[in-house]
């Protein structure tokens, strides 16, 4: 070493002093959001974010510039069915077609929607679905002696990733089990709470508390109330009954006598025709 340094570097002073790094830009959202208040109070919001900023991020800090400045996020990508589109055409046709697609594209997704990567990616096709899931099922139900040769033909066609399954009868070729749709409990005590019904005010109601003390809970509010099933049955009114109307005396006279005249007119009428024809 130089005899000029040799004493620098026993000190460490100098060029062999350590290096401080400067210190990092600090109030950063606190000073971007001053950029989102009203003109007359972003001055003083300006001030109050950067003073307490490190010397050398002073300058930065109050033009809002650097690490300071208003943070824009990148456009989003445009245009990727237009461009996914494109794979589909001849090739002659497909520079034309990506160029169309690409051009309104931001330039920070060119190079992604030219060279189809990224977004711009044709989509990776659907998964085959499982085939033959009927077929398959009814296989369970076939005879012991002929379901291996009905468990054959039924997962012979299906897609491999789905043959195992098929072959087990598990996954989506399972049994599907339908859980048991659950009853309403049945009514009980119906004649005991309807005979409540006949008691005594004073008496009624712990004839219905005794009545209705063994019924299942979804029914203990039908049985207390007295609805439902335990409403009161009153028999159907029946219409009276109106005895026969009889005609009046001498009424059947009246009519036979009409009829004996009605009968003597027509004879006068034919003996007078044949007197005088």
Do not use: H
């Not at 000073?31 to 900023?53: E, H, L, S, Y």
């Amino acid at each position: 070493m130089a005899p000029q340094f040799r004493r620098a570097c026993t000190t460490g002073a100098g060029p062999y002093a350590a290096v401080t790094p400067p210190p990092a830009p600090t109030n950063v959202a606190q000073r971007r959001a001053c950029n989102t208040r009203p003109p007359d109070q972003r001055p003083a919001c300006i001030a109050a974010a950067c003073g307490p900023v490190a010397p050398n991020w002073q300058g930065a800090c109050r033009a809002g510039a650097g690490p300071y400045a208003a943070f824009t996020p990148p456009p989003p990508p445009t245009n990727v069915a237009s461009r996914r589109a494109c794979n589909a055409r001849p090739p002659d046709q497909r520079p034309a077609c990506i160029a169309a697609a690409c051009g309104p594209v931001a330039p920070n997704w060119r190079g992604a929607c030219q060279s189809g990567a990224g977004p711009y990616a044709a989509a990776p096709p659907r998964p085959p679905a499982p085939t033959n899931v009927a077929q398959r099922r009814a296989c369970n139900t076939a005879p012991p002696e002929q379901r291996g040769q009905c468990i054959a033909n039924a997962c012979r066609n299906v897609a491999p990733q789905f043959r195992q399954a098929c072959t087990s009868g598990s996954g989506p070729y399972a049994v599907v089990v339908r859980p048991p749709v659950p009853r309403p409990p049945a009514p009980v005590n119906v004649a005991a709470r309807r005979a409540c019904n006949t008691r005594p005010p004073d008496g009624r109601g712990a004839c219905i508390e005794a009545a209705c003390r063994n019924v299942p809970a979804p029914l203990q509010g039908a049985c207390r109330a007295g609805s439902g099933p335990y409403a009161l049955v009153r028999p159907p009114v029946r219409p009276p009954v109106r005895p026969p109307v009889r005609p009046p005396a001498g009424l059947q006279q009246l009519n036979t006598l009409r009829g004996e005249i009605g009968s003597r007119r027509n004879r006068a009428i034919a003996l007078c025709r044949q007197l005088y024809e």
